[in-house]
T-cell receptor, first 113, second 116 residues
């Protein structure tokens, strides 16, 4: 059964600090993995996408890593800002040619001043 | 930028009412989707459409129907709203280069529906 588990469920950090969010998945056959950011009261916005052959992808202060062998991904946020407060959703894609993507439940990040 | 607009941010309806949620996208995307988002759960796909008048069931289609009469508009219909349909509803669209997977989805801001 295809599943996605994200940890922690929620996280509080001080502004300026770094943090790492985790995603474990069991999706087969695996194709790629996307991270979304969802601000409160908004729809998710795509941050990065990595294919199974990529180990890392950066988007500004966001760096995603992927280990397709262990089926793990992480999203590292550097020098956090108040605007980073949001939910971060991991979405592994299965190479089935369909549209039924599985979304993780997300990690809720709170950045405090 | 792609814009996906959902007609209402908040809706309150009574049990048994017929509810229409409207979604419009302005980038000529072929694919459109309706999801619901509940606390502690990932987004779950209700229905999607890959072309005008075409629709496919997602993972949780029961109690819902959809309509896509024009390419830019995708409507979600709750024929007889029930309290367990209280949720955040998100519309999304994507450009289709074929039957791709995990394509970048562009989401609307969501409609928080409360059924009393």
């Amino acid at each position: 059964k295809n599943q996605v588990e994200q940890s922690p469920q929620s996280l509080i950090i001080l502004e300026g600090k770094n943090c790492t969010l985790q995603c474990n998945y069991t999706v087969s056959p695996f194709s790629n993995l996307r991270w979304y950011k969802q601000d409160t009261g908004r729809g998710p916005v795509s941050l990065t996408i990595m294919t199974f052959s990529e180990n890392t992808k950066s988007n500004g202060r966001y760096t995603a890593t992927l280990d397709a062998d262990t089926k793990q991904s992480s999203l590292h946020i550097t020098a956090s800002q108040l605007s980073d407060s949001a939910s971060y959703i991991c979405v592994p894609g299965a190479n089935t040619g369909g549209f039924k993507t599985i979304f993780g439940a997300g990690t809720r990040l709170f950045v405090k001043a | 930028d792609v814009k996906v607009t959902q007609s209402s941010r908040y809706l309150v309806k009574r049990t048994g009412e017929k509810v229409f949620l409207e979604c419009v996208q302005d980038m000529d995307h072929e694919n459109m989707f309706w999801y619901r988002q509940d606390p502690g759960l990932g987004l779950r796909l209700i229905y999607f459409s890959y072309d005008v008048k075409m629709k496919e069931k997602g993972d949780i289609p029961e109690g819902y129907s959809v309509s896509r009469e024009k390419k830019e508009r995708f409507s979600l219909i709750l024929e007889s709203a029930s309290t367990n349909q209280t949720s955040m509803y998100l519309c999304a669209s994507s450009f289709s280069a074929g039957m791709g997977t995990n394509e970048k989805l562009f989401f609307g801001s969501g409609t928080q529906l409360s059924v009393l």
